[in-house]
């Protein structure tokens, strides 16, 4: 099944262009204003393109606006182990941090440590976890011939602590495994470490306001021809050609 977009021919065909085997780029850097349709490309287009036309990767979706640093990793691992791959430096280590260092909730935590109600040498003792677990996955990954992965980052917002992890340790680690591929999605991101920097390629969603576009669209969706070209272009009008915000407002009037 191939799931229906606004004018997001460009941004699929470059993501085909992306996952080739010869492809330099193994990071692409994808940005726009809300409801520009990021979330849906991560979550529902490319996974599907992937399975189409890519068969050779699989894929994983990571939420990081709801998930944490820990979280982020332990997703990456059992999604990894539920493709059949072991793990076992990854496994020992968290196993062993687990054990003696229990994890601490450091949703509230700040690089400075303001917020939260732990002491100093218990969130380092974070940042070490989240630092060694990195480098085991990266150990693990790199002996991992068989199997290729595209990571699918979404909501990469803001100055967090889970962004400052994924820009400058997860990805100058992991970018050096060539069987790896990285999607970055987020309304603004940092720039680019000059350790991967020339493995990445930028692209920015915008406004879609080719008119045919948004009459294709509710074409496909809508079998009994119940929304009119006038009230298709009056929607797309009312929210200034904003993709998502068109979608959410075309599907309330179906209903």
């Known amino acids: 099944m191939t799931h229906i977009t606004i004018n ?44 189409q036309h890519h068969q050779d990767y699989y894929s994983t979706v990571l939420d990081c606006k709801a998930q944490k640093i820990i979280d982020i990793l332990q997703t990456i691992y059992c999604s990894l182990v539920s493709e059949g791959l072991t793990l076992p430096k990854y496994s020992a280590a968290y196993e062993e941090w687990n054990n003696v260092k229990p994890v601490v909730d450091i949703s509230k935590t700040t690089l400075i440590g303001t917020h939260v109600n732990i002491t100093a040498n218990r969130t380092d003792d974070i940042w070490h976890m989240a630092r060694d677990l990195t480098d085991k996955l990266f150990i693990d990954l790199n002996q991992v011939r068989d199997k290729k992965l595209l990571l699918l980052l979404d909501a990469v917002d803001g100055d967090s602590d889970t962004q ?30 000059s350790s991967y920097v020339a493995y990445c390629c930028n692209c920015e969603l915008k406004e879609v306001k080719e008119e045919q576009e948004y009459i294709k669209y509710c074409q496909q969706i809508d079998g009994d021809a119940k929304v009119t070209k006038d009230i298709i272009l009056a929607f797309a009008k009312a929210v200034q050609y904003t993709p998502g915000e068109f979608t959410g407002l075309i599907w309330k009037y179906l209903q």
């Not at 262009?17 to 726009?32: A, N």
């Not at 990805?171 to 720039?191: M, W, Y």
């Open 8 to 51: 997001a021919h460009s941004i699929i065909k470059q993501f085909h262009d992306f996952m080739k085997p010869d492809s330099d780029i193994r990071i692409l850097r994808l940005t726009g204003k809300p409801k520009m349709g990021k979330t849906y490309l991560l979550t529902k287009v490319f996974p599907e393109e992937l399975r």
């Open 164 to 193: 400052k992890w994924l820009m400058e340790t997860f990805l100058v680690q992991l970018i050096h495994i060539k069987h790896l591929r990285f999607i970055v999605a987020g309304r603004s991101l940092p720039e680019a470490s």
